[in-house]
C-alpha cells in the first residue's frame, strides 16, 4: 500500500478508494498501471469495498479465475470493475442466446471488454454476421472479440474480404476461416491491409488472392509490403515470378534472416541458382548438405552479414 499512498488523497480530498488500491496491488498491477486504468475509467474512483468483491467475484465465477487472467482483463478494460451483477448477467444471457452454450464463461475471458456490451448490441451484431451469410454462433464461440468490432465496421472488413473487387473476392466461409484462423484481422482497417495484399498476390504474381496458397499472408498487416520486397530482391536475383507464384507461400518466411542470406551465399559459392523451397523452407543443415558445404562456414557468413549490417546503420 504504501507505494500508492500518495494516490489516496489530494489535497486532502479522498482521490480513489483505499479498497480499490489494494486490489489492484494484490493482483499485480503495477503503480503506472493502475494510473492508466483510472485514466481510462474514471468511474473506478467512487468503487468501494463491497462492489469491488461484488464485481471480482462475478468475474471470477465466470472464468477469469486466475490472478493472471484478472489482472490481463482489468489491464486491458478496467471499466469491467464499475459493473455490478445485473449488468454482468445481462450480458451472459446474451452471449448464451446468441452461442446456444450454457457456459460462456470462456468467450468472456478471451475477450472480457465483451462485458461492456449491452443486451441490444450483442444482438445487433450477431444479426450481421449472420446477414454475412457467416454462421454467427460459430463464429462468436470461436473468435468472440468479433463482437467488439462496429457493426459497419465489420461489414466494410468483410465486403473487403469478399464483395469489393479491389480484395481477394472470397466466399463467406472463407471470410468466416480467416477470422477464426487469424483473429487478429478484425483490427485491420482493409485499405492499407486487404487491398495491397490481394492487389500484389493478383497483379504482380499473377495469383488468386482467395486461394488456398495464399490465406496466410492475410494474417500479418504488412504482407504486401514484405510480398513486394521479396519479389523484388528474388526476380533480382534471376528467380521468374512464376517460380514465386508457384510457390509464393514460402514467401512468408524471413527474408532478411532466411532468404536474402541463403541466395547470397550460393551467389558467393558460384553454385547454380538454388529453388526457392532450398532457400526458403530447409534447415540450415539441410541447405547447406544440398549446396554442398559446412553449416559453420554459412554461419559465419551470416553472422560477418549481419555485423556489417549493423555497422551501416
Same mark, same amino acid.
Given at each position: 500500500?504504501?507505494?500508492?499512498?500518495? #494516490?489516496?488523497?489530494?489535497?486532502?480530498?479522498? @482521490?480513489?478508494?483505499?479498497?480499490?488500491?489494494?486490489?489492484?496491488?494484490?493482483?499485480?498491477?503495477?503503480?503506472?498501471?493502475?494510473? +492508466?486504468?483510472?485514466?481510462?475509467?474514471?468511474?473506478?474512483?467512487?468503487?468501494? *469495498?463491497?462492489?469491488? &468483491?461484488?464485481?471480482?467475484?462475478?468475474?471470477?465465477?465466470?472464468?477469469? $479465475?486466475?490472478?493472471?487472467? @484478472?489482472?490481463?482483463?482489468?489491464?486491458?478494460?478496467?471499466?469491467?470493475?464499475? @459493473? $455490478?451483477? &445485473?449488468?454482468?448477467?445481462?450480458?451472459?444471457?446474451?452471449?448464451?442466446?446468441?452461442?446456444?452454450?450454457?457456459?460462456?464463461?470462456?468467450?468472456?475471458?478471451?475477450?472480457?471488454?465483451?462485458?461492456?456490451?449491452?443486451?441490444?448490441?450483442? %444482438?445487433?451484431?450477431?444479426?450481421?454476421?449472420? *446477414?454475412?451469410?457467416?454462421?454467427?454462433?460459430?463464429?462468436?464461440? +470461436?473468435?468472440?472479440?468479433?463482437? @467488439? %468490432?462496429?457493426? %459497419? =465496421?465489420?461489414?466494410?472488413?468483410?465486403?473487403?474480404?469478399?464483395?469489393?473487387?479491389?480484395?481477394?473476392?472470397?466466399?463467406?466461409?472463407?471470410?468466416? #476461416?480467416?477470422?477464426?484462423?487469424?483473429?487478429?484481422?478484425?483490427?485491420? $482497417?482493409?485499405?492499407?491491409?486487404?487491398?495491397?495484399?490481394?492487389?500484389?498476390?493478383? =497483379?504482380?504474381?499473377?495469383?488468386n488472392p482467395a486461394s488456398q496458397d495464399c490465406r496466410a499472408f492475410y494474417a500479418w498487416p504488412t504482407s504486401a509490403d514484405t510480398l513486394n520486397e521479396a519479389t523484388d530482391f528474388l526476380v533480382s536475383a534471376g528467380y521468374t515470378t512464376k517460380e514465386l507464384a508457384d510457390c509464393v507461400s514460402l514467401l512468408a518466411y524471413s527474408l532478411q534472416a532466411r532468404i536474402i542470406p541463403r541466395v547470397l551465399f550460393v551467389?558467393?559459392?558460384?553454385?547454380?541458382?538454388?529453388?526457392?523451397?532450398?532457400?526458403?523452407?530447409?534447415?540450415?543443415?539441410?541447405?547447406?548438405?544440398?549446396?554442398?558445404?559446412?553449416?559453420?562456414?554459412?554461419?559465419?557468413?551470416? *553472422?560477418?552479414?549481419?555485423?556489417?549490417?549493423?555497422?551501416? %546503420?
Amino acid at each position: 500500500m504504501l507505494r500508492f499512498s500518495r #494516490k489516496l488523497f489530494t489535497h486532502g480530498s479522498p @482521490l480513489v478508494s483505499p479498497w480499490l488500491l489494494q486490489f489492484a496491488q494484490r493482483i499485480g498491477i503495477s503503480e503506472s498501471g493502475f494510473d +492508466r486504468m483510472l485514466e481510462k475509467s474514471p468511474c473506478l474512483r467512487g468503487r468501494g *469495498a463491497e462492489q469491488l &468483491v461484488e464485481t471480482e467475484e462475478q468475474l471470477r465465477v465466470i472464468g477469469l $479465475n486466475s490472478t493472471e487472467a @484478472l489482472r490481463r482483463a482489468v489491464t486491458a478494460s478496467p471499466a469491467i470493475l464499475c @459493473l $455490478n451483477a &445485473v449488468q454482468v448477467q445481462a450480458v451472459l444471457e446474451s452471449l448464451r442466446l446468441v452461442t446456444g452454450m450454457t457456459d460462456v464463461g470462456p468467450c468472456v475471458a478471451m475477450a472480457p471488454a465483451l462485458l461492456l456490451l449491452d443486451s441490444e448490441q450483442v %444482438r445487433q451484431r450477431t444479426l450481421a454476421i449472420s *446477414a454475412m451469410n457467416m454462421d454467427a454462433p460459430h463464429l462468436v464461440t +470461436r473468435v468472440p472479440r468479433i463482437l @467488439l %468490432r462496429e457493426t %459497419r =465496421s465489420l461489414q466494410r472488413l468483410f465486403a473487403a474480404l469478399s464483395l469489393d473487387s479491389r480484395g481477394p473476392l472470397m466466399h463467406p466461409v472463407d471470410v468466416q #476461416k480467416i477470422f477464426t484462423e487469424f483473429p487478429i484481422v478484425l483490427s485491420f $482497417n482493409p485499405e492499407n491491409t486487404v487491398f495491397p495484399l490481394a492487389g500484389t498476390l493478383r =497483379s504482380r504474381l499473377g495469383l488468386n488472392p482467395a486461394s488456398q496458397d495464399c490465406r496466410a499472408f492475410y494474417a500479418w498487416p504488412t504482407s504486401a509490403d514484405t510480398l513486394n520486397e521479396a519479389t523484388d530482391f528474388l526476380v533480382s536475383a534471376g528467380y521468374t515470378t512464376k517460380e514465386l507464384a508457384d510457390c509464393v507461400s514460402l514467401l512468408a518466411y524471413s527474408l532478411q534472416a532466411r532468404i536474402i542470406p541463403r541466395v547470397l551465399f550460393v551467389s558467393r559459392l558460384g553454385r547454380p541458382r538454388q529453388a526457392l523451397p532450398v532457400v526458403a523452407e530447409m534447415t540450415d543443415a539441410r541447405f547447406c548438405e544440398v549446396i554442398g558445404c559446412d553449416v559453420d562456414q554459412y554461419r559465419d557468413f551470416c *553472422a560477418s552479414r549481419r555485423a556489417q549490417l549493423r555497422a551501416a %546503420r
